[in-house]
Every structure is written in C-alpha cells, then in structure tokens.
T-cell receptor
C-alpha cells in the first residue's frame, strides 16, 4: 500500500520558472491538502480540497494554484517561482465523511524545493 | 480561532531519560487532539490521538492525556531511545465548522546514547 506519493522528491528552480508538484493517494480519501514547512514556522496550509471538484485557499495561497484532477490526484503549481517559495512541500489526505475531524492526516514524504 | 502552542526545542536528552513535551490549545467546543512524529527526511505520521476529555492516547511507549480543564495534551515517554529522535507536532481539529487541522510549530527531540 503506497499511501500518499509525491513527485519529485527534490527540485531546483530559477526565479521566474514554473513547475507542478504532483500528489496521488491510493486510500480512497475524499480530502487532500498541500502544506509547506519552513524552519521555525511549522506547517502552513496552502490549499486544500474537501472533495473531488472543490478546492479552497488555506493560510498562504499566494503564488500557488492547485488542481484536483480526480479523487486520487491533487497537484500544486508554481507559475513564477520566487526565492520565498524555497521550502519543503507536503501533500496529505484524510478519510472521507463528516467525521473527518477525528481522522488523522496521511502525509507524503515531501518535495524539497529550492528557488535561486 | 483555534491555536496550538508547543514548547520550543530542541529538547536534548540522554537515552533512557523521561520525556515530556508540553502542548496547550485554544479551541471552542470539543476538538480532537493528535500527536504526529516526523523522522528526518520523511513526512509526518500519526503517533497517537484522543477524541474526548480524559481519553489517553498511547503508541510505541508514548502517552498523552486529553485534559480539558487545563486545555493540554502533553506528550510523555518513560524511557527514550536514540531512535525517538525526531520532530513532534501537536495538532487539533474541530467537530464543527472547518475540520482542517491546526498544527503547533513542532518540537525537535534529540536523544544521545
């Protein structure tokens, strides 16, 4: 059981370049999330998708776009990368239903992005 | 709004020492509480959880008790090992309104042999 799979694992971009971070889960989860992790800042939510076909902004959405391609896949796009977007990006998913509040998140192993 | 406050790290201990990582929260109603662990180079994974007051979550020798009167969910382990070195995150999620979890900033634990 693969769980949550993120690609790529590492990426280096120049300022102004674009890229898409891919995320797929095989647990039939309805909800999916994108977080960034920076030293001293903990985890900050970028975007989330409560179910297929819906997306919503989180705490730090500026500079990012997302696509919930189907139930399994949730991608994060940087249209014009900036050094401030250097971070570790985590995708997560959680179990379906209204009881999601007591269901834990399942995380991928992250994408380490450096923007020069 | 919701918030989670954890003790700042790093916490440095010798092997077999007793561990406490403090976590307090602010939330309305009766949130569910979680501890996640992040090993180097990996994503977060659930360590334990508690869904109502006075519940005790436990896993791998770690324990935490949901204390509504003190709005706390402190993580404890009686005897840490070098392999417990990781970053620990406290989190909560609400049963009403947005269920999106709120995370603390994480506490780094370093265990020396």
């Amino acid at each position: 059981n693969a769980g949550v799979t993120q690609t790529p694992k590492f990426q280096v971009l120049k300022t102004g370049q674009s890229m898409t971070l891919q995320c797929a889960q095989d647990m039939n989860h309805n909800s999916m999330y994108w977080y960034r992790q920076d030293p001293g800042m903990g985890l900050r939510l970028i975007y989330y998708s409560a179910s297929e076909g819906t997306t919503d902004k989180g705490e730090v959405p500026n500079g990012y776009n997302v696509s919930r391609l189907n139930k399994r896949e949730f991608s994060l796009r940087l249209e014009s990368a900036a050094p401030s977007q250097t971070s570790v990006y985590f995708c997560a998913s959680s179990t379906p239903g209204q009881s999601s509040y007591n269901s834990p998140l399942h995380f991928g192993n992250g994408t380490r992005l450096t923007v020069t | 709004g919701n918030s989670v406050t954890q003790m700042e790290g790093p916490v440095t201990l010798s092997e077999e020492a007793f561990l406490t990582i403090n976590c307090t929260y602010t939330a309305t109603g009766y949130p569910s509480l979680f501890w996640y662990v992040q090993y180097p180079g990996e994503g977060l994974q659930l360590l334990l959880k508690a869904t109502k007051a006075d519940d005790k979550g436990s896993n791998k020798g770690f324990e935490a008790t949901y204390r509504k009167e003190t709005t706390s969910f402190h993580l404890e382990k009686g005897s840490v090992q070098v392999s417990d070195s990781a970053v620990y995150f406290c989190a909560l999620s609400q049963s009403r309104g947005s269920y999106i979890p709120t995370f603390g900033r994480g506490t780094s634990l370093i265990v020396h042999p």
